[in-house]
């Protein structure tokens, strides 16, 4: 097959199972890996669905800039989206996400605004929604697709990723968690799901310096693309039947233990969604399932503690 652009070949990513870092007794843990998507990571399906719907709905023109606060792979997603389709793209991030993040966005051509994170993720992620309304203030042309309250966000994730997670899976899901971004992920594959298993069990997981769900303190952490401090308006708070919390630690080392045990190559957040996936896989005991997502690859990391000796 002859794809006609890079998008088209999105999606369709592998669920894996885990073998070496599951326990006997537990439920079977299924992967589903997003670094092996087109852009590395997830959101290259949400940056997509929330630029074509904006075309689709005329909100978008060739003169159109798209300007994006992100923590990160958001941001890489709308920069790849922007050079197939010829927008100027323009991505605010907190200065404290990896230097990958930032040349990655730079090298699909998009320009990057980096804000400082003095240690309240939260206050930074606003900062950067506050000037990313104030470039569309002053400029008619900027268009801020808005992923932490635009409903083709979820939508990306019910009508595709979701459906992709049942074809994959022969029997019964039992158990499905998720890290807390801009809660597309959570809600809209947790919808899709749930539909499907009513009395299935889905856990909202979160940074440990960052558990805003959970009534913590916000500080800064190291699991980038999730707990950026903020409840997103998108996100479905009935979906979830109880919040992990994880440290940076776990989801380190977690992740670490995903490339030498198992063989796969993902990020940080990957750590944080497979030590919550582990945990529920022992509470639900052997005979049952639960799935994850791997949000992105590890390549982006390289400066960050995840490739520390």
């Known amino acids: 097959m002859v794809y006609d652009n890079i998008i088209d070949a999105m999606g369709h990513t592998p669920m894996i199972k885990l073998n070496r870092m599951n326990k006997p007794g537990n439920a079977e843990v299924l992967v589903k890996f997003e670094g092996l998507n087109v852009g590395g990571s997830i959101k290259t399906r949400t940056a997509y669905n929330m630029i074509l719907h904006a075309e689709m709905e005329g909100k978008i023109t060739k003169d159109t800039i798209i300007v994006e606060p992100t923590s990160g792979n958001q941001g890489i997603g709308l920069a790849l989206v922007g050079a197939v389709r010829g927008y100027k793209t323009i991505i605010i991030m907190p200065d404290s996400v990896s230097e990958e993040r930032r040349k990655l966005v730079k090298h699909y051509g998009a320009e990057v605004i980096l804000i400082h994170d003095d240690g309240d993720i939260g206050r930074c992620i606003q900062e950067c929604l506050d000037t990313a309304l104030r470039m569309a203030e002053e400029d008619k042309n900027v268009f801020v697709p808005q992923q932490f309250a635009n409903v083709n966000n979820i939508y990306a994730h019910k009508y595709h990723t979701a459906l992709e ?51 913590g303190n916000i500080g800064t952490h190291l699991q980038m693309g999730i707990g950026d401090g903020i409840i997103p308006d998108i996100l479905n708070q009935n979906i979830y039947d109880d919040i992990y919390i994880v440290t940076d630690e776990e989801a380190i080392q977690t992740a670490k233990d995903l490339a030498s045990k198992e063989g796969i190559m993902c990020g940080i957040s990957s750590g944080t969604n497979v030590a919550a996936a582990l945990k529920l896989a022992e509470k639900l005991g052997a005979g049952k399932t639960v799935v994850t997502i791997l949000p992105d690859t590890a390549e982006r990391y390289f400066s960050t503690p995840l490739f520390d000796d």
């Not at 968690?177 to 899709?192: D, F, L, R, V």
Request: aromatic share 6%.
């Open 165 to 215: 997670i049942l074809e994959q899976t022969a029997g019964k899901i039992d158990g499905f968690c998720s890290g807390i971004g801009t809660g597309g992920t959570i809600t809209g594959i947790g919808e899709t799901l749930k539909s499907q298993y009513p009395d299935m069990v889905v856990w909202a997981v979160e940074p440990e310096n960052a558990a805003i769900l959970a009534g």
